[in-house]
């Protein structure tokens, strides 16, 4: 990366860019401001970590919960690849024929009004999301991309660094959503439930009664906690519970609600429902840390960033893949994120599914499509994976012997 485009790519994640770096009459001159600012993100995030390690004595971020959190995100940008056109083309369709002005793309006023219309439009969408039964990050990030509909401008940078470590930032806490507003978003603390939508500013928010300050220590995760790292699981366990859930409901009208209504409804009560149900909040909760070998700890994280590659050369690639590969990429990075996920749980199957990975891995090695970051470690990943794939037909063929062990 160039000295220029370090330097902007770290403004980015602070909006420290002048108006003369971040201004682009058109749409094929942005630059990918999120494939620019991850490094720093990811290096962000490294810091707090030692940070929190210094200051704390113990990890703030454990590597299983960490690399869940980050194949989450990396997921919840995959229907990006294939709904960016759809995206365009409607936009387009829309402007064309239904645009009542045009605003000056190099005018300081479009800005700020562009700004202030994305984020009011992002604090109403999210809050609707978190409204009925299918709220869920990838819907939300499909939505989020309409939200960018209010003008020509697609230069819209979502980032929020939540550093744990910060409590208090004094009169931004008035304005914006800052870290301590944030982690209220993401308890399961009943005061914290649906509150602080708000993306960049948290005036939405205190403008339309969904504010909460900060009070008892915030307990992260999910109201009904889950107890695996199995990334499709993760993604998808929430659909299984409302299927669930429905089915158990006799009339239309109430299976129907299950899907429309709030996460916590059921027939006789409000629209979005209530949290008497709700699992009690101690604030002695720890998250779910699985002891695990730490060369394996090792092995997951260092096949995580082969796959990270391969997840940045797709997107930064796109334009000029076959829809075939992109499919093929994209399949084989939720391939990997849910293989981990095995290993993490140490569940039995892991061991054959990672050797079939680690199959396919070699396989678009050969072609050119798993690239580590940086390149110049492709020729020390290749002998990685294949003595990975060595050691898991092995393990695979112990635990086929056992098996037919115990048959017999």
């Not at 002048?18 to 962000?44: C, H, I, M, R």
């Not at 599914?353 to 678009?364: F, K, S």
């Not at 110049?376 to 062990?405: D, M, T």
């Amino acid at each position: 990366m160039a000295q220029g485009d370090a330097s902007a790519g770290f403004r980015s994640l602070f909006f420290m860019l002048s108006p003369n770096e971040s201004s682009y009459q058109k749409l094929q001159d942005v630059p990918q401001y999120v494939q620019q600012a991850t490094p720093f993100f990811v290096g962000l995030v490294v810091l707090e970590m030692v940070v929190g390690l210094l200051k704390t004595g113990s990890p703030v971020i454990t590597v299983s919960d960490g690399l869940t959190s980050v194949s989450c995100g990396m997921i919840s940008r995959i229907p990006l690849l294939f709904m960016r056109s759809c995206e365009l083309t409607a936009y387009v369709f829309i402007w064309d024929r239904y645009h009542l002005m045009e605003l000056p793309w190099d005018s300081a006023w479009t800005w700020w009004l562009t700004f202030l219309g994305v984020d009011f439009c992002y604090y109403w969408l999210h809050r609707l999301a978190h409204g009925t039964g299918t709220r869920h990050s990838r819907e939300g990030g499909c939505i989020a991309m309409q939200c960018r509909w209010v003008e020509s401008i697609f230069n819209v940078v979502y980032v929020i660094v939540l550093i744990q470590l910060i409590r208090d930032l004094g009169p931004l806490e008035w304005v914006f959503n800052t870290p301590k507003h944030h982690r209220v978003h993401h308890g399961r603390n009943e005061y914290c439930i649906d509150k602080n939508y708000g993306g960049i500013l948290i005036i939405w928010d205190r403008l339309f009664g969904t504010f909460a300050e900060e009070a008892d220590k915030v307990v992260f995760g999910l109201v009904f906690p889950i107890n695996t790292f199995e990334i499709l699981y993760v993604q998808l366990h929430y659909y299984l519970g409302l299927w669930r859930r429905c089915n158990t409901f006799e009339t239309i009208g109430d299976k129907l609600s299950t899907f429309f209504k709030g996460p916590s409804w059921s027939p006789g009560k409000p629209r979005l429902g209530d949290h008497v149900d709700n699992p009690q909040v101690t604030g002695q909760e720890v998250p779910r840390d699985p002891s695990w070998p730490l060369p394996l700890q090792l092995y997951v994280v260092a096949h995580f960033l082969l796959a990270l590659g391969t997840y940045h050369h797709l997107f930064e690639n796109t334009t000029v893949l076959s829809q075939l590969t992109v499919l093929g990429m994209t399949c084989y990075v939720l391939l990997t994120l849910t293989s981990l996920g095995l290993i993490v749980d140490q569940r039995p199957t892991a061991a054959p599914v990672e050797m079939l990975r680690c199959v396919v891995t070699v396989t678009m090695q050969v072609y050119g499509h798993a690239t580590p970051l940086p390149s110049s470690l492709a020729g020390p990943a290749e002998a990685f994976v294949s003595l990975s794939l060595l050691f898991w037909a092995l393990q695979s063929s112990y635990l086929l012997l056992r098996i037919k062990k115990k048959a017999h």
